[in-house]
């Protein structure tokens, strides 16, 4: 019946139902039992520390990765129904690293998703221009730079250019930010916030700094040893959760706040 | 042209056109035909670890048979193969020559590629490969847009790796009938024009590096996407195999081939025959340096029309008999064979014989008081002997051996032409010689009589083929040859092919040759 789901304020687009994840018959187990629901226009941070299943948790969601067990679905369907390339197509995906193609050019870089999906030569040059300003870069200089020509931001910038590329509403993003120095990280984190805003957005990113997650995401989730054992906002979280791990990983912001302003005040 | 060339230069320019004609051929087309076989199988390879176990290991073996071994056995094979289709379907293919070249060129061509291939594309990093499947690229999308041209260098460098193999080795596909550089080689070493020998690896080089720096220009455009770079390699390869159809499309088109084996003699008798034929009206090529056991199975396969064979080598390798007669009774019962099991006309005896010979140096044999093969038994433990790459493995030697117990200390196998100045110099101490060399007498050597006769006649006989059995022009254009060549003419004539220089060429040898023999005739009658 359509009234079961009437408690939810906003339709899930992302949805994890009970979802496992095993390697090797079951030997090893990456995700256990994770269930966890993605709000349209939502930015969900996942954190926690190497190992825990992160990265396989935002393979589950554009079928990168099988799920052992449980049911993972976009925009309510399950996505074992839909083909995985039409659906990769649809999800942007920011790479752990970079992961632009060294051999293409930034413009070709950009163009790839919608060049997929078949635009025409002239709407991919315009939407190619499009993305490069989108991302502040002077598209005249970039569009034929290689990605060894480009600095480590620049190269993340054009990363989530060719995410957004064929205009997908779902934004997936694996520690997209974690190799850059911090006043580039800085300046992208939030030219990313702000692009999620105006174009309305889903995001899922995966983050080990506790900084970023706070300042950027509506929605924190907490893994641990492949198991979600929290999920709310950063104040929520802050003022409610007993587990010891989760209070002190969320306290560490707070933590090096209060340190650094020791120090700056002894001075 | 106002400077003087060296005879044997000129000559060798005049030949070029034609030999690397045929070379550019059978090595390009062997080096497509292995890119089209060895791409998609590394490709095939690339996601099942056992098949690419197999494949390398395969084209690692193929690797070690020898470039001439290789070439070799695809004669025969293509030989039966052909023999069955005809059975089987009515039609029979040309096993000699550019066949079996390019099949054994294009398997040896193999394993640098497939390797390269499986090199280049199993080194991409995985995360590359993984952002193409997150974009949302297909399996194939992903390996043609992004691992192929990332794996292009090392591929690149597999595939000019085996250009340089393929036209190296495709030299040796002139014994197998395939006219190529390895033309100059095999002539030059027989005649001992070592002009021609140096021409022709010099060719071959220049071909190969012109060919790898194409494919490199070809390279360097594609990864820096500079087209005019591109269309460079590209035109050049073109411009190469363009070049290549030149000789073939103004090529006369003979009617007829004559074959000759790998030594001088046969090169001055097959030009001799070829003359004979063009002098008659019937156009007529040469397929030199062909194998001695290629040149029989290509003749009674029509492949080629006409050459001169030895009774002795009929009687032993294709018959199969050990035992000896005189040398009338095997030549009937060679031509009585010959007609019955292949079909092949015996025209008659040239008139000479050239069979194998034990022979030492005058003066060595003298000291040690050595005239026969008997009287060599004795001192044979403490000497070394020397033949030509066959004899050894003859069925003569075996019965050589059985009728004086001869037990050398060492077998040595050379090149012919090498055997008789390591002769001279003590290097061995016997040789089996052939009673037509003119080199002998040059090395004053004695043969060694055979008093048991173990050693059958080899009475020089011209062979037609079967399909000419009754072409009564080319046997009256041969006919006048036979019994016009006593074994003093055919030893001048050998002698005067010894190290190259002016008129040494097989052609003006031949042509001279004629001239004794009419000379002599006219004489005579």
């Known amino acids: 019946m359509a009234g079961d789901r009437s408690c939810d304020q906003t339709p899930a687009i992302i949805a994890l139902e009970s979802v496992a994840k095993t390697y090797d018959d079951g030997q090893c187990t990456v995700l256990e039992n994770v269930t966890l629901s993605v709000p349209a226009r939502q930015f969900l941070a996942i954190v926690g520390p190497s190992g825990s299943g992160k990265t396989t948790l935002l393979r589950l969601i554009n079928r990168l990765t099988e799920p052992s067990s449980g049911t993972v679905r976009v925009d309510g ?70 990605p060894h020509q480009l600095s480590g931001g620049e190269r993340q910038r054009i990363g989530v250019a060719r995410a957004i590329a064929a205009n997908p509403h779902i934004v997936l993003m694996d520690e997209p930010f974690g190799a850059l120095d911090p006043l580039t990280r800085e300046g992208l984190s939030d030219d990313y916030r702000r692009l999620h805003d105006t174009l309305g957005l889903t995001t899922v990113m995966i983050t080990h700094d506790m900084v970023e997650a706070v300042l950027l995401a509506d929605r924190i989730a907490v893994l641990r040893d492949g198991r979600l054992v929290a999920q709310g906002t950063p104040p929520s979280l802050l003022a409610e959760e007993n587990d010891p791990f989760v209070k002190t990983l969320m306290q560490t912001p707070q933590r090096y706040a209060e340190r650094l302003s020791a120090l700056m005040a002894g001075r | ?141 992903s390996l043609v847009e992004v691992e192929l041209p990332l794996a292009l260098p090392v591929i690149m460098a597999g595939i000019r790796t085996s250009a340089v193999w393929v036209i190296g080795t495709a030299t040796l596909s002139t014994p197998i009938g395939q006219t190529s550089l390895g033309n100059y080689i095999f002539a030059g070493l027989q005649t001992q024009n070592w002009v021609f020998v140096l021409f022709g690896c010099v060719a071959a080089a220049v071909l190969a590096l012109t060919v790898d ?24 390869l073109v411009l190469i195999g363009a070049g290549a159809l030149v000789p073939a499309l103004q090529a006369r088109a003979a009617t007829y081939t004559v074959g000759a084996k790998t030594f001088s003699e046969q090169y001055i008798l097959a030009a001799l025959l070829q003359q004979r034929l063009d002098a008659n009206g019937l156009r007529a090529d040469r397929r030199d340096g062909l194998g001695s056991s290629v ?16 009774s002795g080598t009929i009687w032993a390798n294709q018959m199969n008999r050990t035992d000896v007669k005189s040398p009338a009774e095997v030549l009937r019962e060679v031509t009585k064979w010959l007609r019955e099991q292949h079909g092949v006309t015996v025209l008659g005896g040239l008139g000479f014989e050239n069979a194998y010979a034990l022979a030492m140096p005058r003066e060595r044999a003298q000291a040690l008081g050595i005239r026969t093969i008997a009287d ?67 090395y004053d050597m004695v043969t060694l009589e055979d008093p048991e006769q173990a050693l059958p006649p080899y009475d020089a006989i011209v062979l037609v083929a079967p399909q000419q059995a009754n072409n009564k022009a080319l046997l009256d254009a041969l006919r006048p040859l036979i019994g016009a060549i006593n074994v003093q003419l055919m030893r001048d004539a050998n002698r005067r092919t010894i190290g190259g220089g002016e008129d040494a060429s097989p052609e003006s040898v031949a042509r001279w040759l004629w001239k004794e023999i009419v000379r002599r005739k006219r004489a005579g009658s």
């Open chain 1, 77 to 146: 369907k399950d996505v074992r129904d839909v083909d995985p390339i039409a659906l990769r197509r649809q999800i942007g995906y920011v790479f752990q690293g970079v992961g632009l193609f060294p051999h293409m050019t930034v413009a070709e870089n950009i163009a790839i998703t919608p060049r997929l999906l078949g635009y025409d030569r002239q709407r991919l040059a315009a939407r190619v221009d499009e993305l490069i300003e989108l991302v502040r870069l002077d598209r005249a200089s970039y569009r034929d730079r290689f």
């Open chain 2, 1 to 141: 042209m106002s400077f003087q060339l060296d005879d044997r230069i000129e000559e060798a320019f005049a030949r070029l056109p034609d030999y690397l004609g045929g070379h550019i051929l059978v090595s390009m087309t062997a080096l497509a035909l292995g890119l089209l076989i060895s791409v998609p199988l590394a490709l095939l390879a690339m996601r099942r670890p056992a098949l690419r176990q197999v494949l390398l290991g395969l084209a690692s073996v193929v690797q070690t048979i020898p470039g001439l071994a290789l070439l070799a056995l695809f004669y025969p094979l293509l030989l039966a193969i052909s023999a069955l289709t005809e059975q089987v379907f009515g039609f029979a293919f040309s096993a000699l020559g550019f066949l079996p070249s390019v099949l054994a060129l294009a398997l040896y061509s193999m394993l640098p590629v497939l390797r390269n291939t499986i090199t280049g594309l199993s080194g991409i990093d995985p995360a590359i490969t993984e952002a193409a499947s997150g974009v949302g690229m297909t399996r194939r999308q």
């Open chain 2, 213 to 236: 720096q194409l494919l490199s220009q070809m390279e360097i455009g594609v990864s820096t996407r500079r087209r005019s770079r591109i269309v460079l390699g590209a035109a050049g």
């Open chain 2, 376 to 442: 060599l038994a004795r001192h044979a433990g403490t000497m070394s002997i020397a033949g030509d790459y066959e004899f050894f493995s003859r069925p003569e030697w075996k019965a050589l051996q059985a009728a004086y117990r001869l037990d050398f200390s060492n077998e040595r196998q050379m090149q012919a032409e090498f055997m008789y100045p390591a002769a001279a110099a003590g290097d061995v101490d016997v040789i089996a010689a052939f009673t037509s060399d003119g080199r002998l007498a040059q």
């Open chain 2, 295 to 310: 040149i029989f199975n290509a003749l009674a396969a029509n492949e080629i029309d006409a050459y001169v064979d030895y």
